[in-house]
């Protein structure tokens, strides 16, 4: 399926990601319309059409899906069943929604990492109150619970120091499925942005390193300081994990760089990713264009690196300090158009551009 200019492409979600996602597809003279489950949300108000229902509504999906020639998400937690509905009906839907199914619950995630040959932190299933002894008699401590499902930005996880944690971390949680995961000694944190093209085509940018606060990303900076091999492996990776998914689209690997130069992969999603909004700033086809590249069965872009890059997230009242950013010559603002600035929410970001490698070297000649 090609999808040309003044063709629509429909998304399902309607947040920043949505909203990055549907200003690169106006600019590839696509018309974008959003499934969004909130009236007046980011996307919409920058999208060529919207539908406003529950992700659970069969009959809105099935509708929205056809008024548009190909449907692609901007979350993974949009319920699997909804997109399988979907690709039932014989629509078009990138990724393929078997990737949610993949993504969406924490153990099966790693369990499919694992079958890949993707090594991820030591982990064991917590399915209730009476399993938590034996997993941390496996795992060993310190260790980290966290929520199967829903679980992002470092929401649903208790760290367990001593054996003493362990009945304050199990509440914490409410009864929610749960897995136990080893406490990861990592050196950084790094994240490979990738894309796989409808044609099998392959693109990886280069790692960024991230810093959390809270569990939540604050900075991603790129390069990161990783040797070129764990860049190599990173990359090795993604391949085997989009060609395993027979994937199109933009997707993220999170992962722990241990001090050997290992790789652990935290998590990933089936979708353009918050550690890779550098990339359209930095890159010569940033990830929100290759997305909409990879989904309408364009080939891929270049996504070659001309710039050095620091991304910055804005959260809550950070982007108050709008025009303080917007006057920095290399600093290049997105806001995403939120009407309330709630503490901690993503209101924007801002990636500071740096040396220009190949104007440095044609400088130093
Ligand atoms: P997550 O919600 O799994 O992405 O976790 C949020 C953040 O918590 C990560 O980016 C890490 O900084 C930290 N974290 C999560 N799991 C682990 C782990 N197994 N070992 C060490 N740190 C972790």
Redesign the pocket.
Known sequence: MLIGPGGRLGILGGGQLGRMLALAGARLGLDVHIFSDGADSPAARVAAGQIVAPYTDEAALLAFASCVECVTFEFENVPAHSAQLLRDAGMCIRPNPLCLAASQD?LEEKRFLNALGIPT?PFAPVDGPGDLAEALAEIGLP??L?TRRL???????ARIAAPADAEAALASLHGAKAIL??????LR?VSLIAARGADGGFAAYDLSE?T?EN???VKSVCPAASPPEVQARAGIYARRLAEDLDYVGVFAI?F?ELADGRL?A??WAPRVHNSGHWTADACRTGQFEQHVRAVCGWPLGDPVRLRDAKMHNLLGSDAAAWASWAGQPDARLWLYGKREARAGRKMGHVTVLGADPQLTAKSAE
């Open positions: 924490r932190a260790a980290i966290k679980g992002y930005d470092g929401k649903g996880q995961e080893g406490h990861v000694p990592f944190e991230n959390h569990g939540v990303l999170e722990f652990l935290n998590e």
